[in-house]
């Protein structure tokens, strides 16, 4: 089977796509895993100064795989397990977070879900001015998680956090850079591009500097987010297996 993770160096910035080659780019657990498993690596390379995290060209991500049986057959595993695989998604957002470079998420055509979650683990976003913005977790009978949901207060306050979420509409391009999800727009085709070139402005930097400066902005902004999101894969858990859950599951999957 071949990766999704791809990687492309440019000078002292890293290029990663992850591209399922189909499925509108959602997550089953195979990607979640090769993207934490390349943010490790990314991690310990001190020669790097910027990254680059994009999707594929269609869509960054439309969020998790509701049709992957290994996202939710859950029946043969404990609860140790259960457990485990609940929190993979937690994990794979505090890494890329946790990444001591300057990292910037380049979307085209849709940023959903779970592809909202990594998005804002990192420093900026820049979208494709006919991309969207979509949450639909709470239409699923899910919580928002992932670490997501401090991450989202933080960057556009509570009340348009509650709205993104209870009201699960489709954010345009030009709603998002006005409420701070997004940093730039792009033309359709070039957001990889723009995030290229403020990767690039941001490698130039003296690197201590720099890595000093996002780790105090994190340690300021997400003082509390630990606190607020600690259980957010348990909570997920519980109401993801209600009656009323799986049932909106089916019919959401079924409109993808």
């Known amino acids: 089977m071949e990766d999704y993770v791809t990687l492309e160096r440019s000078d002292d910035v890293m290029i990663v796509r992850f591209d399922r080659q189909g499925a509108l780019n959602a997550f089953d657990q195979k990607m979640i895993t090769e993207l934490t498993d390349t943010a490790k690596l990314l991690a310990e390379d001190l020669t790097l100064r910027s990254v680059v995290l994009t999707g594929a060209s269609a869509a960054f991500s439309s969020g998790i795989d509701l049709k992957d049986a290994q996202n939710w057959e859950l029946e043969a595993m404990s609860d140790l397990e259960i457990r485990r695989r609940f929190y993979r998604g937690v994990r794979l957002c505090q890494a890329w977070e946790d990444l001591p470079q300057i990292t910037i998420a380049a979307a085209e055509g849709m940023m959903v879900g779970a592809g909202c ?59 998002a850079l006005d409420w701070g999800l997004v940093s730039r727009l792009a033309e359709p085709g070039r957001s990889v591009e723009v995030a290229l070139g403020l990767a690039q402005r941001c490698a130039a930097n003296p690197p201590i500097a720099s890595a000093m400066v996002k780790e105090a902005v994190n340690a300021i902004a997400g003082a509390l987010h630990k606190v607020s999101s600690y259980a957010d894969a348990d909570q997920s858990q519980l109401s993801g297996t209600n009656q009323t859950a799986a049932a909106a599951r089916r019919r959401f999957a079924d409109r993808k």
Do not use: H
Request: net charge negative.
């Open 117 to 175: 979650a990594l998005g804002l683990a990192c420093d900026w976003r820049v979208l494709a001015s006919d991309a969207y913005l979509f949450v639909p977790e709470v239409q699923v009978g899910l919580n928002l998680q992932w670490g997501a949901l401090p991450r989202l207060v933080t960057l556009v306050g509570p009340a348009r956090a509650k709205e993104i979420c209870l009201l699960g509409e489709k954010m345009s391009s030009d709603q």
